[in-house]
């Protein structure tokens, strides 16, 4: 990965679903570019192809068409997903839900170690960056409880730490914020912007949100499948 | 947890019928083991005396007893016999006879108390029966004292063997009531008296005594006779010279092993091996069962795992773990249940640590096989489960 290539370079992605009556163009000849340590807002009445868009970069839904590079890496060419995609998966992505999504019999400091575990981390190095990302996002004190021993907001976090530790080059988030009350939903918008800045990340966010937009640095639109930005 | 119990038991079943199979084994080969026999003379063309009935005149013993190369012969007589004792419970035993003066039982396996000391009334039986040492019971119209303790001596049947002397054990196998031993002695003397010999006095008299004291009668048969070699003598050597007698066969110690395993037990073997086989398919199916179902509870974290990059070997690993941690649990329940509960059972259960051991590699693989379908379940999860609901 080279420092001056773009953190995502997406060429004319296209999802559709269906046939015939059921036919639904979810999304049509997205291209863009994402910039390394740069937050980008992704707005959209429902329905129109945000989750297809982000699910698509995620490598969790495939295009029907279309190219994506992550880190300066092909990990999309002409609809078929290239190279190891799970060691893409583990190390240059990181994903935060609308729900928490946290392994309900693991606890807060092992959710995030599993990622690092899962990359073959060594165990001290795995269990000294799970606790410096947990203080990082204030929920140190959290560290042994389950999911369900944590509040909402604490779980969002939970969620976000397991979507950071691994220093991925993109996070993606759909709608991290609508299972938060206003106030902490502006909080999560600061720490994506604090980890873009600091771990020079991209971020794209979904969000009906638009009290925070002033804390991202760009905006982009879709409708129908259509993305304008 | 619950389902680690009842495999658990289920695989405690699958040592039990383990057991059971090398208990009988064991106690059908226990009683002619402790006699110590060499060479065996049955009744011609029979297989006996235990997977059949054997019958031979009782001065056998001394005809064998000639031949060169047999060091001591000795009769086996054996029966089994089911009683109520007076105040206590039904008792089951075989009764056998020792050769009464040679034989005392100094070579059975005594646990408690002594060999026979005299010719009438004592005898040794097996821990099994639950008699103690000196108690008293009623046998035909004799008290019958116990004066030694055996373990591990059972007949075919797993009855614990009792032993008396020869004479007793007959007694007590011809034992009639005091009525039927009035009308066969009055049968006897209405044929008499029909016949010619009748006018002979000394038969006259003779006709009305005890049946063990009239000559024409002759002593009661005895089952086989048991030889002992002398040092230096093969036992096919003994054997050859014995077949020329006409009215006789004659069976090696491994012989009967033979006829006992492959006669008694053989479809008993099989029957058990065939349950066995059926609670191993069962054990298999209902573990397969589980591990599915705990991978369909899991299935949302399976896909979140694949989310974030999992290996599918670290997947198919967890599956793989999560089976072989509940075969171990069932397992060791197994063996731990099996070693407190099958002392209880009325008859021999016998596992031996090749058989633990042999359960543990079908675990091992029951548990392989049983996680297939969990596996299988879990590379197709999608990871865009994770999105949905
Ligand atoms: N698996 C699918 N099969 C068929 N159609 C689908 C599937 N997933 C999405 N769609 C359709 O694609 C379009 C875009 O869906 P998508 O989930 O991307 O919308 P969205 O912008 O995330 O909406 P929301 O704000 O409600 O989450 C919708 O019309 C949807 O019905
Ligand atoms: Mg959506």
Redesign the interface.
Known sequence: MSDTAPAVEARLLSRHYGEGNTYVKALDKASFEIQAGEVVALLGPSGSGK?TLL?IL?L??QPNEGSLRIGGEDVIRDGQLVGN???????Q?G?V?QRS?L???LNAQDNIR??LD??DVPGRVARRRARDILEELGVADRATHFPVQLSGGQQQRVAIARALVHEPALLLA?EPTASLDKERGRQVMELFRTAARERNAAVLVVTHDHRSLDLVDRTFEIEDGVLSH | MLTAVGLGLLLTIVLGMTGIYNGIIVDATALPDSLRADLWIVQRDTRGPFAELSRLPADLEERARAVPGVASARSYVAHTIQRDVPGGPQIRFTALGLSWPDDHGADLPLVEGRPLSQAHFEFIVDRSLGLALGTRIPLGRDIYTVVGITEGITASGGDPVAFFTRSDAQKIQFDKSNEAIRLDREARTARFRRSQLSRNPDLARMSTAPANQIPALGPAPVSAVMLNLAPGYQAEEVRGRLSQWKDVTVYTQADQHQLILGGIVEKTKRQIGLFRALLVVISTILMSLIIYTMTLDKIHSIALLKLLGARRTVILGMILQEALLLGGIAYTLAIVLGNTIFELFPRRVAVENSDRLLLLLVVFVISIVASIFGMKKALAADPNEVLAG
């Open positions: 989750s699910t995620g969790i839904n995609t799970n060691l893409v998966r583990r190390r992505l994903f839900f999504n392994i309900p019999f599993l990622v899962l990359d759909d």
